[in-house]
């Protein structure tokens, strides 16, 4: 199995930045694929962005397209969140995870069940 730890949420104004980390221990990093989830509170969870075993496939939910980017780094067995021009409907708590499966869609990245590790969460928040 693998442990994941977030780290990097906090408190952003509005077209600020911030870079989630995702700290993995244990089995080895590349042997899963990542991806971002958040909850809003009140909210059910949703897909933020994925990123295959080697980094070669990523995907991102529409809300995030050309303003977050999702990345790792195998050697450091650290993932990453690039969050640029933040908007107040970001505000969330961010969940890092992990899937034994690789990801070769879209569809499969999305998806939570195919998810088997997550993180504890860190929070973003971001105001107007």
């Known amino acids: 199995q693998v442990q994941l730890v977030e780290s990097g949420g906090g408190l952003v104004q509005a077209g600020g930045s911030l870079r989630l980390s995702c700290a993995a221990s244990?089995?080895?990093?590349?042997?899963?694929?990542t991806g971002w989830f958040r909850q809003a509170p009140g909210k059910e969870r949703e897909f933020v962005a994925a990123i295959s075993r080697y980094g070669d496939r990523t995907y991102y939910a529409d809300s995030v397209k050309g303003r977050f980017t999702i990345s790792r780094d195998n050697a450091k067995n650290t993932g990453y969140l690039q969050m640029n021009s933040l908007k107040p409907e970001d505000t969330a708590v961010y969940y890092c995870?992990?899937?034994?499966?690789?990801?070769?869609?879209?569809?499969?990245?999305?998806?939570?069940?195919?998810?088997?590790?997550w993180g504890q969460g860190t929070q973003v928040t971001v105001s107007s």
């Open positions: 244990g089995r080895t990093f590349s042997s899963y694929a």
């Open positions: 995870a992990a899937a034994a499966r690789n990801f070769y869609s879209d569809y499969a990245s999305r998806d939570a069940v195919n998810y088997a590790y």
